[in-house]
């Protein structure tokens, strides 16, 4: 069994922490950009803006 969530900390000096679930996998497509997100809850920090 795969996992289907994972947590992803970005930018190690801040420590933002998300959680991302993976909804399914499917074949890719020349005309998309990847990773392709879905559904976002919240809006992510400004870029060097600090900790929390």
Avoid: N
């Avoid at 996992?3 to 909804?23: M, N, P």
């Avoid at 074949?27 to 919240?42: F, K, N, Q, R």
């Amino acid at each position: 069994m795969r996992r289907k969530t994972f947590q992803y900390l970005y930018d190690f000096g801040d420590a933002w922490e998300y959680s991302v679930k993976i909804e399914r996998v499917s074949p890719t497509s020349l005309h998309l950009t990847y990773p392709l997100i879905l559904d976002a809850v919240g809006m992510g920090p400004p870029e060097d803006c600090g900790g929390p």
